[in-house]
């Protein structure tokens, strides 16, 4: 199974690992990071599976409680290097 290793703050993956179980995931992420104790690596990173943050990602674009679902700009961008210029 993929697990990645997620910036807290940012939500961006740092780094993606195929293991058995989130454990031996959490603990080969910590020996990388080489940061043993729990507290200080809990602050700055979290560990999940692949398809979790998929789900957690597609989740937060989704519409909320009032909220607008974000802009999704790369949908308008062109496809080719000359879509819409008129030489």
């Known amino acids: ?3 990645v290793l997620v910036e807290n703050g940012t939500d961006n993956i740092v780094s993606k690992v195929d293991l058995n179980s989130i454990d031996e995931a959490v603990n080969y992420f ?3 990071k080489r940061m043993p104790e729990d507290k200080d690596f809990n602050r700055l990173w ?7 943050y998929e789900s957690q990602r597609e989740t937060s674009y989704t519409q909320k409680e009032g ?7 790369w949908k308008e961008e062109p496809k ?5 210029i008129d030489y």
Do not use: A, C, P
Not at 67 to 73: D, I, P
């Open 80 to 84: 080719g290097l000359d879509d819409g």
């Open 1 to 3: 199974m993929k697990f």
């Open 67 to 73: 909220h607008t679902r974000q802009y999704e700009w």
């Open 30 to 32: 910590k020996g990388m």
């Open 46 to 52: 979290r560990v999940m599976s692949d398809e979790d």
